[in-house]
Every structure is written in structure tokens, then in C-alpha cells.
């Protein structure tokens, strides 16, 4: 069931009610032309409302090993076209913009789940297309996310990451 928002603006609002603060967990990577492995992950969302938008810094590191993995940072935030949109800038170069066209959904057991769909790659010519969604509880605990793709290398759509974090501090008024 969507949620009823009143406004993009309101979205962002309730995205960042949700999730400003630091997450902290792991996940696991896989796709059919890698192994699979996991990794341990620190997630950093602050509000700007100066430029009215919702930023993120991402490190992770693998397991159990402990090394440096992936970086990633960017925003949350109404895009040109009056969109929601997930923008982001990755340590291997990679760039994205995602938008949002469904908005919040109650997908029950006290859970919201948002899903942003790719719209724009540089840096990176073997990716197709990507999602992500982001899955979190009512009472802001816990954060799920999962990212798929489809690349030149592998022409179905799979899954790619599948994380849990949890609150670790809450930036929250």
C-alpha cells in the first residue's frame, strides 16, 4: 500500500525522519561473474536544509579480513524534473542517478520500502540497468537494503548487494 505523502518535499522529510543518524552491519555481494562475499558497512546520513537535500557517505570493508572495499557518497534529493532521486559518485569512478517513481510503500510487518530505478551511468560502460531498495522499520531500528543490476557481462537482472545495518546514533532533533 503507498503511503500518502502531500508533496515531494514531504518525502524527503519522511525519508529523512527515517534514516538521518549512523547505520552500521553487514552484507554480501554476489552476481553470476563474481564470488560471493561478504562485508561489514558504515552508513552516515545527514540533512542540509540549507540546499533542502539528504546526504550520505558509505564505507565499507571486507570480510573477515577487515580491508578497505567500496566507498560511495552522494544525495537524496528533488531532482530537476520534480523526481525524487538517488544520486551517488563511487570510489571506482561510477556515477548514478536513480529516481524514485512509486514513493513510500507499507509492505506490512511494520516495514517502508522505497525503490529507485537507474536512469543515468558514466564511468562504467558495462552496466545496463540497476535498483535499489531500501527497506526500514516504523520505529527506525533497523535498515535493509538491497541493490540489483544487469550488466553487458550477464543480461538477466540480478541481485547484487543485500544488507542489514543498524542504528548505531540518531542525528534526530
Not at 505523502?5 to 527515517?18: F, I, K, Y
Not at 564470488?35 to 573477515?64: C, G, I, M
Request: with cysteine; proline share 3%; glycine share 6%.
Amino acid at each position: 500500500m503507498t503511503i500518502e505523502v502531500n508533496s515531494l518535499e514531504h518525502l524527503l522529510e519522511l525519508l529523512t525522519e527515517q534514516l538521518e543518524g549512523r547505520w552500521q552491519g553487514s552484507g554480501t555481494v554476489q552476481f553470476p561473474t563474481m564470488d560471493t562475499f561478504a562485508y561489514q558497512e558504515s552508513l552516515d546520513f545527514v540533512w542540509d536544509k540549507e540546499r533542502h537535500l539528504l546526504s550520505y557517505n558509505q564505507l565499507t570493508r571486507l570480510l573477515p579480513q577487515n580491508d578497505p572495499a567500496h566507498a560511495e557518497m552522494g544525495y537524496l534529493l528533488i531532482g530537476p524534473e520534480g523526481v525524487l532521486q538517488w544520486v551517488n559518485i563511487q570510489s571506482s569512478g561510477r556515477s548514478e542517478v536513480l529516481d524514485c517513481n512509486d514513493g513510500l510503500q507499507d509492505i506490512g510487518n511494520g516495514e517502508i520500502e522505497i525503490v529507485f530505478q537507474s536512469k543515468v551511468f558514466t564511468n562504467d560502460p558495462k552496466m545496463v540497468s540497476s535498483q535499489r531498495r531500501l527497506c526500514f522499520d516504523i520505529e527506525g531500528t533497523y535498515l535493509k537494503y538491497q541493490q540489483g543490476m544487469r550488466t553487458t557481462t550477464h543480461d538477466d537482472f540480478c541481485n547484487h548487494l543485500d544488507a542489514k545495518l543498524e542504528r548505531v546514533t540518531s542525528d534526530k532533533a
